[in-house]
């Protein structure tokens, strides 16, 4: 099991900044790749951005060139660091991580944060 607990949400005036963090713990052995995704209310939830163990990066493209993922592999943390943030990026956050367990990759959620964008 691997286990992802996630901070730095928040409530912040549009065209403020938030970092969120997440820590994987557990068995992280073959994690392929940790990002990030978001729900807004009666919206389906969608891939924010992502990077895998190689450091390689996609994002959505309503994020691009504000948001920015990183990862550092010794403390198996990944961060979002959310810049000019507006009030459509308010959402639930949750953490992802993928792993390979030999017979499939799975997929494993944090338990989500708030983060709320005013105008």
């Known amino acids: 099991q691997v286990q992802l607990v996630e901070s730095g949400g928040g409530l912040v005036q549009a065209g403020g900044s938030l970092r969120l963090s997440c820590a994987a713990s557990g068995s992280i052995a073959r994690i392929n790749r940790m990002g990030w995704y978001r729900q807004a209310p009666g919206k389906q939830r969608e891939l924010v951005a992502a990077?895998?163990?190689?450091?390689?990066?996609n994002y959505a493209d309503s994020v691009k060139g504000r948001f920015t993922v990183s990862r550092d592999n010794a403390k198996n943390t990944v961060y979002l660091q959310m810049n000019s943030l507006k009030p459509e990026d308010t959402a639930v956050y949750y953490c992802?991580?993928?792993?390979?367990?030999?017979?499939?990759?799975?997929?494993?959620w944090g338990q989500g944060t708030q983060v709320t964008v005013s105008s």
């Open positions: 992802n991580a993928l792993k390979d367990r030999g017979a499939g990759v799975y997929a494993y």
């Open positions: 990077i895998t163990v190689g450091g390689s990066t």
